[in-house]
């Protein structure tokens, strides 16, 4: 096997080698390090946690908290709200006692012996006082109107539970109680060290055993896995002494011992869990090779590059799991997109809740900058590019990019993907140059020029050309098959004649006998049909079922009528009628044009095999796992552009199924005129990646520079051009700006940063500044071009705030990058116009766009007055969002206002992130004050755009509106619901809830809730802590 130009050493070592060795160390690299501070800085061994975390509680510096506003949930279960506080706590303090002393009787009985249900109820009952004061939402006590199906489930955790309480309190014993002595004789020595405690010692401990309590109740419920079994305590204990050891020995890293644990330097239960939640029994080859290397161990950056489908997020997540658990550190992990993160988010709560590390997702305008500090637990931030870049701003700002100890880039060949590969750069340089601890790992399938991304990220490289299922690629031109093979002259070598009986009127339909090959391998195998536009998806879908026989309607009938219901309630009713027309054949389209729960939906029927044949758009290549036996590329071209070699690749990579075919084919449908430009595409290597800090008139660099300045990263032009020397520009100069110097590029674009007053050099001293507006342009992500506009507008805005309408709010929040793509229907226009209330009128006439103006544009006249026409777009956007909000039903909103579907959910999913954007852009500028309260509401209803009360359901990764519609009527009413509930009993209940889905349901509900009560953990705890700099008492001798 190919292992790369890498000399590849693996060597072993034994448990008890690693523990010796890790007795032998006396210094952690994170202890190196130095300067982390808090819990998350480097760890040390597991039996000193106890007292760490005590201290801690206790001594650390002040949390550097968000203001409420910025926190996306700040509306939920703020304890500072609560003004009886303290004397809750007391209250809760006496009652923590009698619990103790209750626990230790109960520990002490067999489980048989439990007391009657009465009991349980009355020792409830001594808790309402914290209950009222922050458990309402989560709370661990069974819920009054939990569904009678839960009550069964809630009391097998009562056992569990009980269970986690009493080790928590081994958790505050001190570490000589801990040493050396088995789990169940601990717990119940702890046990009766507690009843025997004294008063005094007690009341000392009051404050950190309240904060205790608290953080039990609210977290064991949230944290108590779906499925507990008995033994779950014994492999805890097995796990925790693992990770020990695991991080014993990574104190010692060095060339001699590179294999640290049992698996990869992980604990086996992570393997257990790979098994059970992946189905991933043993790791390819090259997957361990690629674990074993030594840069790898040695914590060098790496980039590895492996065709699609080879696993290589499988290896990204063996060594996120590494950082986490074993270096105590967070990750941070960037996906491309927003459905692709909240994939992930999905499928790794799971590992975070049997783990014991935080899940958070950084997508849309979710993710909280700087992110809530935690004392006890790591974090695994997942999120898009451009969030990713925010959290990394947001960590440099609050001095914590240290903590993370690992930064993933998924899809790495998207650094050279317009602005967005911009982003991707600017963060990963920023990392670079501002934590040289932080490792930085990206993969990808399609990387030409690695060299040069290895001398940005000053990486290691692995590749390797490893596929799971074999991949056979073939060209079709007229009715001859041939097989691409880059020996051959011509780059195809002959394979076949298609057969195929074809009427001339189906010649004329289908010229490109697209119906025969596919169905040479429906309704068995499946097939997608890449295709060049949204609208030919559509179309090839419905060709091709109206010429599939009769029997393909009986292949898993009844599931697919169970789609096309479901397909109906996402849509409130309605069904798209091309949908309607091919899923009973088993066909469907898939496309940005379909709402993310339909396209959710398609995509699960596909994966599960009721659906045989998806035709779409390159968009369904770009990471999402849904792979095919066959795939057509049915034509050489995405909208008029020629493919180029890395789309095809991507493409043609989603043929073959692991585990299930035994090869997967792609066939390109080609046209004589193609043929030689498609020589090319199927031979040529890859392209390379190019930096675009320069493009769009170098609004990358510009947006870089402002930020670097912000963020006092840099403060004088040497410093700045330093800092680009630590680019993929850099690296790349001499292809990317040949006319000018690096030095001039900079000069020039701090002259534009000025003259838009976004900076400032100070005349004496020649030091950069940022302006106030150019703060809160970074802190908003806000784009340079349109930050002015925006400020004037907002400001504007103020003089007359229209408040008793969200439509005033709805036109500020308006993306400008979507009005270009909006071309008003003016009747439509004015008739909704007409429907507005005086005070909303008159609010439109105040921005620029009045009543005649829309009225004569709509009977067809020229209008000479100078309306401003991106204005009135902007107004008739934000019209379509106040009907989307109002009514909540996007199908009808879109038919109103006559557009598809998709551009309504782009526009609702962009105004709630720019929504989002424009609330951190007004918290820099005092004068507009008032938006940020009424912005972080806005944002809230704007993400998820229903009712309210499905809003704390639709919180939880997965759940759309229709299952949030079943999970509210089947009385799971609120996010403790969903976390408590049994997965087993939730896909009994819930009409057509795998349990698959139900288990990653209710585990992204306890990471959320877990989440949630760790954040107000926070918050209990800086409450309760004395602030290090309080005044100390003057000595008699100073008074003196
Ligand atoms: N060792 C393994 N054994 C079995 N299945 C595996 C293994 N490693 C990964 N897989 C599975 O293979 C599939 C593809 O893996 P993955 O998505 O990581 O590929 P990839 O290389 O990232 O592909 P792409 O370039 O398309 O993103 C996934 O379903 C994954 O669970
Ligand atoms: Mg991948």
Known sequence: MNCGDRDIRIKRVSGRKRSRDGAQSHMTPARKRGGAGGAGAGGGGADTCPTDRRVTSIMAQPAEFCSDTEDLFGDYDSLLGDSSLLAKLDDAEQDERRRELQLVAVDQQDLAALPPPEDRVHNRSCQDVLTDSILDVLGDEPFEDLPVSQMQFEEQIGEGVKRNKLQDGDN?????????????????????????????????????????????????????????????????????????????????????????????????????????????????DWQETCLNLDCVQQRKNLIYSLPTSGGKTLVAEILILRELLCRKKDCLFILPYISLVQEKVRGLASFGLELDFMVEEYAGSKGRFPPVKRRNQTSLYISTIEKGHGLVNSLIESGRLDNVGLVVVDELHMLGDGSRGAVIEMTLAKVLYMSNKTQIIGMSATLGNIRDLQMFLKAE??????????????????????????????????????????????????????????????????????????????????????????????????????????????????????????????????????????????????????LCLLACTSTLAAGINLPARRVILRSPYVAADFLKRSQYKQMVGRAGRAGIDTVGESILVLQDKDRTMAQTLVCAPMENCRSHLLHDDGKGILSLILSLIGLNITTSMEQVRDFLQGTLLYVQREQLCVERSLWDVVQQCVDVLQEKDLIAVMSHTQTLQVTKLGKATYKGSVDLSCSGVLYQDLSRGLEGLLLNSYLHLLYLVTPYDMVAQCKPDWMIFFRQFTRLSAAEQKMSAAVGVPESFVARKAAGQTVKNNVDLAVARRMYLALVLFSLLRETNLWSVADRFQLSRGFVQTLLSSSSAFCSCVLHFTEEL??????????????????????????PLMEVVGVMESRAKQLYNAGYKTLTHLANADPAILSKTIENLYKKQANQIVASAKMLLNEKAAALQEEVDDLLMAPLDLPADLSTEQLL
């Open 461 to 610: 490289n692995y590749s390797n050309d490893f596929r799971p299922v074999q991949l056979k690629e073939y060209v079709k031109l007229n009715d001859t098959i041939y097989e691409v093979d880059p020996k051959e002259e011509e780059c195809f070598r002959f394979s076949r004649l298609l057969n195929y009986k074809y009427s001339s009127s189906m010649q004329k339909i289908d010229p490109d006998h697209i119906i025969a090959l596919v169905t040479e391998v429906i309704p068995t195998h499946s097939c997608l049909v890449f295709c060049p536009t949204k609208k030919n998806c559509e179309n090839v879908a419905g060709m091709i079922c109206k010429y599939l026989k009769e029997e393909f309607l009986q292949h898993r009938r009844e599931e697919k009528v169970v789609l096309l219901r479901e397909l109906k309630d996402s849509g409130d009713g309605s069904v798209c009628p091309v949908l309607r027309r091919t899923v009973p054949y088993g066909v469907a389209y898939h496309h940005s044009g379909l709402t993310t729960e339909e396209r959710k939906l398609v995509e699960e029927a596909y994966s599960n095999g009721v």
């Open 172 to 284: 505050t014993s001190t570490p000589s109680r801990n040493a050396g002595d088995s789990g169940h004789r601990r717990t119940s020595e702890a046990g009766t060290d507690r009843h025997t405690d004294d008063k005094t010692r007690r009341r000392s401990r009051a404050r950190r055993s309240v904060t205790d309590q608290l953080k039990r109740t609210m977290l064991c419920n949230a944290a108590a896995p779906s499925n507990i079994s008995r033994s779950v305590g014994l492999k805890e204990a097995v796990v925790s002494e693992e990770i020990s050891v695991a991080m014993q020995a990574m104190e010692t890293v060095s060339t001699e011992t590179t294999d640290l644990g049992p698996f990869f330097g992980l604990p086996s239960k992570v393997k257990d869990l790979m098994y059970k939640l992946r189905g991933i029994k043993s790791l390819y």
């Open 926 to 951: 005092e004068e507009l004050w008032p938006f940020k309260a009424l912005l972080t509401e806005l944002t809230r209803r704007l993400s998820y755009c229903v009712k309210a009360e499905l809003i």
